[in-house]
Nanobody
Framework: QVQLVESGGGLVQAGGSLRLSCVASGRTVMLYGMGWFRQAPGKEREFVAATRRDESTYYSNSGKGRFTISRDNSKNTVYLQMNSLKPEDTAVYYC?????????????????WGQGTQVTVSS
């Protein structure tokens, strides 16, 4: 199993930016795909972005263009840079890890989850 700890959430005004970080530990993290999800109150958890172990990336429509995912395997860390934030981006953001799988991949293939970090965007 992989242990994940997120940080970097907070309160920001619309149009602002935040960078989330997720530090992974446990098994050889560099072999894993890493992703970000979010869950707003009353809604299902939704995929935002992912990076494969070769550092290639994959985005949902909601993340494409404003969000950038990256990873630093030497630090076992994955980042989510979020720009031009909107109130509808308000959610708990979760980091996830999973063994390699074709994209788009079912949420069940993400086998390790962090505890989440709150992002609140005010209008």
């Amino acid at each position: 199993q992989v242990q994940l700890v997120e940080s970097g959430g907070g309160l920001v005004q619309a149009g602002g930016s935040l960078r989330l970080s997720c530090v992974a530990s446990g098994r050889t993290v560099m072999l894993y795909g890493m992703g970000w999800f979010r869950q707003a109150p009353g809604k299902e958890r939704e995929f935002v972005a992912a990076t494969r172990r070769d550092e290639s990336t994959y985005y949902s429509n909601s993340g494409k263009g404003r969000f950038t995912i990256s990873r630093d395997n030497s630090k076992n860390t994955v980042y989510l840079q979020m720009n031009s934030l909107k109130p509808e981006d308000t959610a708990v953001y979760y980091c996830a890890a999973g063994l390699p799988a074709p994209y788009p991949r079912p949420i069940t293939t993400w086998t390790s989850w962090g505890q989440g970090t709150q992002v609140t965007v005010s209008s």
